[in-house]
């Protein structure tokens, strides 16, 4: 009966968190990353903004140019001078620091086939680590 209980119980917690996003998708639709659902997502970009505004992110998939995680690596501390490296392995790579119109911001980047899936949230409220969680949802299909 406990068991049964624990598994009704993260059952629903599931489907709850669930119902509280929203996807929103790079342009290209193979790059994907969940928002909270009072956000307002632009599809036609991929990007989205918190309801007070002071929250914005954006995936994208580029045709051109960034295809591998190492020209991610090469290229955007060129950039993005002021974000330093958090996290470099096969599958990821991350940067925190500040965006290129001085605001914070988490960058984040994963293979996604022949392409790279990209995604920048730039913050004035909220944490480091709301970014960062908000970051960590990106998935390519």
Same mark, same amino acid.
């Given at each position: 009966?406990?068991? !049964?209980?624990?598994?009704? !119980? !993260?059952? $629903?917690?599931?489907? +709850?968190? +669930?119902?509280?996003?929203?996807? !929103?998708?790079?342009? $290209?639709? =193979?790059?994907?990353?969940?928002? @909270?659902?009072?956000? =307002?997502?632009? @599809?036609?970009? %991929?990007?989205?903004?918190?309801?007070?505004?002071?929250?914005?992110?954006?995936?994208?998939? @580029?045709?051109? %140019?960034?295809? $591998?995680?190492?020209?991610?690596?090469?290229?955007?501390?060129?950039?993005?001078?002021?974000?330093?490296? $958090?996290?470099?392995?096969?599958?990821?790579?991350?940067?925190?620091?500040?965006?290129?119109?001085?605001? @914070? =911001?988490?960058?984040?980047?994963?293979? +996604?086939?022949?392409?790279?899936?990209?995604?920048?949230?730039?913050?004035?409220?909220?944490?480091?680590?709301? +970014?960062?969680?908000?970051?960590?949802?990106?998935?390519?299909?």
């Amino acid at each position: 009966m406990t068991k !049964l209980f624990f598994v009704v !119980l !993260l059952s $629903t917690t599931l489907i +709850a968190t +669930a119902a509280d996003t929203k996807t !929103l998708s790079s342009r $290209t639709g =193979n790059c994907t990353l969940s928002v @909270p659902s009072a956000w =307002n997502v632009e @599809p036609s970009m %991929g990007t989205a903004e918190a309801a007070d505004k002071k929250m914005t992110v954006t995936v994208s998939s @580029p045709s051109h %140019g960034l295809s $591998t995680l190492t020209d991610v690596e090469e290229t955007a501390p060129t950039v993005y001078k002021d974000d330093k490296v $958090t996290k470099k392995t096969s599958s990821e790579f991350e940067m925190e620091g500040k965006s290129i119109t001085g605001k @914070p =911001n988490v960058y984040r980047a994963i293979p +996604a086939g022949a392409k790279v899936c990209i995604a920048e949230v730039v913050y004035e409220s909220g944490s480091v680590n709301d +970014a960062r969680a908000l970051v960590q949802t990106m998935k390519a299909k």
